[in-house]
């Protein structure tokens, strides 16, 4: 009876289920080699597989014991089925030999002999004898076998730390980052898995024109900024120091590995095609628009028809080309048409319900605490505001605000009550922007170095009361600023001065949130840590499989962001006012940037917004009760860390596993190093010593990666998709008495503001951008959810994150009750548009709400 029950077990076949996708076989070459895949299965020549035992080893194999390989299996039925015209998930069927010799299959090789590659989500077996159901989450690229050295590797859903990885399997778990790490040299090809460092010295290019050049960002302390992932393209002839470009039409071309590319096919069109389209055809061809209309808006009216009626693109070439060059989807979105040659953009939330509540004080001061970059405004303490800029370099920089500007609007207090009480506040965009101003003011820009002081009143909303508009000393820097003070008036000339005041402080503001709030500290300070996560976590790690989610797609809009948008002459420097000065200025920026402070209440603490308060669940108490940003904000974060310390404790049970776990050591070593190279000095990091660092460590990653970049990514349209809210140049310095300029804005005020702001042709191109943006794809994963509910076969893991879904639908419910309650007057504000943009799931498209896992796009 034994025999014959060994004999069936020897015996027996184990079926599994493969699932995968193809390329897009809307592509000629793909097709081609579709039908020459189905030749070479004639052949013999297929796709197989092989379990590797994580329980009984392979005496045969030479060098360190690894587990024991079962016979290959073919994956079944591929020429019936099919060739795919869209890029869709197929199962197949594939049957293993069972033999006792394997057990419990750790992991399993595949050998791709066909053409092309294919993209393998999922194998799954079925009724593994003493097993049950075993399941391998895959989600990689798999090219033809020609191109590795070794056979491609995947592993069951179960987490190890590296002392805890079944012996058997350590082999191929070390082997696998030995081969993501790459051997730092050559052109890495689409085919290779490698994750590298390399500075940013690909922006400019030299070869084309010296005007073009760009300096290197990174490896230096003039120009430090965080690493982005390697390409190994040859450097320009002109500058040895820099990255040759792809050209434009290669663009998508760009290499990132494999599994970075966007994996889902409507986003990764939308966004290639979309981006391509706008630098190639918008930025030359709209020219023929602007010249016939002068480049300018002549009343808010002609703004308004943007949205409304739309902007008559005159026939010839400028439709000729769009047609023929974008498909209508995207035209729809980059060059909205009805048809008949008119551009036409969705109406922005900041104009739905009222085409002028974005003009008033109360608005322009709520939008620094619930629009779209609510992270820059801070507490004043001292009063006037003082500069820290070098005095041996730029002489005396501290404010001219004097007690006289504001003292009468303080609700009866003097201005000392008012610094002890905290009831002063300051978006200062002085120290910054200063150092670049004479610069910026040699091309067509014509910008000002900014102070706006505010008050908070007794209803819980923030009055301006003065802005300072700073200029560099004509006689040369170490003399000083040139400071003009403008305080708030409504009515004729002084009114539209004030108007005027405010839109240099908004231009500021735009530039600031696009450059520092969102691509330094959300997308630029990242990408590192994608890097390194592939190349020191294996994928068994448990921290790879807390973080993964929140690098979807990170590289990849970064790569297309350096071939269009942040390069030289990319639509970034077209469309916002540091133009050339851009990067540069970002540069100068994270020469501040400190890791810890990126956690949302350090980061509150130390702008002044918030006080240490142990008594609250959070850790700290607002000083302004309802500022939007910060109360969602902390729920979030209260959920995130919640969530990551159930997941963390179940791993690691004491100090002594964190210290000693090798990879996690070797990963936050190499990311301090190598990914933030320029900012290595151990006390701007905490140290890798304790469950506790551990955990906010991750914590703040995934906050940095998900809530803060929805934060201040996904209400670009909202708020700055009618750009006289948010203008991102401006063109004219402050008219003064007695010129024609002044005498221009006592009878034409709308005009001098129209002609002073980003004028029509960078307004027409950075609303398609930012509409492009805003908005979700349908294929969006939000926090709280996972792409495969099988990510681990953890079960503890598995309830604290079903957990961390319900507090997340929770916060949602407060959300909404808190923009009901009229009480809180900034969730709200004049231009009646909640704030949303922490509400954690959404709908796709153009929704100013959700937070995707990760800084996708």
Not at 504 to 514: K, R, T
Request: aromatic share 10%; charged share 25%.
């Amino acid at each position: 009876m034994g025999n014959m029950f060994n004999k069936e077990v020897k015996e027996r076949k184990v079926k599994g289920r493969v699932v995968l996708k193809h390329k897009n076989m809307f592509d000629l070459n793909n097709v081609a080699a579709w039908a020459e895949d189905g030749l070479y299965e004639l052949f013999g020549q297929s796709i197989s597989l092989q379990l590797i035992s994580s329980i009984h080893p392979d005496h045969e194999s030479s060098g360190r014991l690894r587990g024991k390989l079962g016979n290959p299996a073919i994956l079944e039925h591929w020429i019936k089925t099919g060739t795919p015209l869209t890029v869709k998930e197929l199962t197949y069927e594939v049957s293993f030999e069972w033999n006792e010799k394997i057990g419990l299959p750790g992991a399993f090789l595949v050998k791709n002999d066909h053409r092309s590659e294919f993209f393998l989500k999922s194998l799954t077996l079925e009724e593994v004898p003493g097993h049950g159901q075993v399941h391998f989450v895959c989600n990689s690229w798999v090219y033809p076998t020609k191109y590795y050295t070794k056979d491609r590797v995947f592993f069951a859903n179960k987490a190890y730390l590296p002392s805890e990885t079944p012996e058997l399997l350590r082999p191929y778990r070390e082997e696998e980052l030995v081969i993501l790490r790459g051997n730092g040299s050559g052109e890495l090809k689409e085919w290779d898995r490698v994750y590298d460092y390399a500075f940013y010295n690909d922006l400019g290019d030299p070869d084309n024109n010296l005007d073009d050049a760009r300096p290197v960002l990174g490896g230096s302390s003039e120009y430090p900024y965080p690493r982005r992932g390697r390409t190994g393209r040859p450097s320009t002839s002109s500058d040895p120091k820099t990255e040759s470009r792809l050209p434009l039409l290669k663009s998508l071309s760009i290499y990132i590995p494999a599994d970075e590319q966007f994996g889902h096919l409507k986003l990764s069109d939308f966004l290639g095609s979309g981006l391509k389209s706008i630098s190639q055809f918008l930025v030359s061809e709209l020219q023929a628009l602007t010249d016939s209309t002068h480049d300018e808006f002549d009343t808010f009216e002609d703004v308004l028809k943007m949205y409304e009626g739309g902007i008559k693109l005159p026939n010839g070439p400028l439709l000729e080309v769009i047609r023929k060059n974008i498909s209508f989807e995207f035209l729809k979105v980059l060059v909205p048409t009805d048809g008949e040659g008119l551009a036409k953009f969705p109406l922005p939330k900041v104009i739905e319900g009222d085409k002028s509540a974005w003009r008033t004080d109360e608005e322009f001061a709520r939008e620094m605490l619930a629009g779209v970059n609510p992270v820059s405004i801070r507490l004043l303490k001292e009063f006037p505001p003082t500069s820290k800029l070098d005095i041996e370099v730029y002489g005396n920089q501290n404010s001219s605000i004097k007690h006289s500007h504001i003292e009468t609007s303080l609700d009866g207090l003097d201005i000392e009550e008012a610094v002890k009480s905290n009831r002063l506040f300051i978006l200062d965009h002085h120290d910054s922007l200063m150092p670049y101003v004479r610069r910026i003011n040699a091309t067509s820009t014509k910008i000002y170095a900014t102070r706006t002081l505010l008050f908070l009143q007794k209803d819980g909303t923030l009055k301006p009361l003065a802005i300072e508009l700073s200029l560099p000393h004509p006689g040369g820097d170490k003399l000083g600023a040139i400071n003009e003070v403008y305080t708030p008036a409504k009515h004729g000339v002084e009114g539209s001065i004030w108007q005027l005041a405010k839109a240099y402080v908004a231009v500021n503001d735009s530039g600031v949130h696009q450059l520092i709030s969102h691509w330094l500290n959300t997308h630029c300070v990242i990408e590192p840590f994608v890097i390194a996560t592939n190349r020191q976590l294996s994928v068994l790690h448990p921290i790879h499989k807390l973080l993964q989610p929140h690098f979807r797609d990170t590289m990849s809009i970064n790569a297309f962001g350096r071939q269009i948008l942040i390069n030289g002459g990319g639509l970034l420097e077209q469309t916002v006012f540091p133009g050339r000065y851009a990067m540069e200025l970002s540069s100068a920026i994270y020469k501040d940037w400190v890791f810890p402070d990126q956690a949302l209440p350090i980061d509150l603490v130390k702008r002044g917004m918030a006080t240490e308060d142990s008594s609250s669940p959070h850790g700290i108490r607002l000083l302004i009760e309802d500022y939007p940003y910060a109360v969602d904000g902390l729920d979030i974060w209260l959920a995130i860390k919640t969530w990551v310390e159930d997941y963390c404790s179940f791993y690691y049970k004491s100090d002594d596993v964190v210290q000693n776990d090798t990879e996690l050591q070797s990963w936050w070593k190499e990311l301090r190093e190598e990914g933030h190279g320029d900012k290595k000095h151990e006390a701007w990091w905490p140290k890798m010593d304790t469950c506790k660092n551990l955990m906010e460590t991750c914590t703040t990653i995934i906050w940095v990666a998900s809530a803060l970049h929805a934060a201040v990514n996904f209400g670009q349209y909202s708020y700055a998709g009618y750009l006289p809210n948010r203008p991102t140049l401006s063109r004219r310095l402050m008219p003064k008495k007695h010129t024609r300029e002044y005498y221009e804005l006592e009878k034409n005020p709308d005009n001098v503001f129209l002609q002073t702001i980003t004028a029509q042709l960078q307004t027409l191109i950075g609303v398609s951008l930012i509409e492009l943006l805003s908005r979700h794809p349908s294929e969006e994963v939000y926090l709280g959810q996972r792409e495969c509910p099988e990510w681990t076969m953890d079960l503890e893991p598995l309830m604290a994150f079903e957990k961390f879904g319900k507090k997340l639908r929770d916060i949602e419910s407060r959300i909404v009750q808190r923009n009901s309650d009229e009480s809180l007057k900034n969730r709200v504000g004049p231009v009646k548009v909640p704030y949303t943009l922490l509400y954690p799931s959404s709908k796709e498209g153009l929704t100013g709400m959700g937070i995707p896992n990760s800084v996708s796009i």
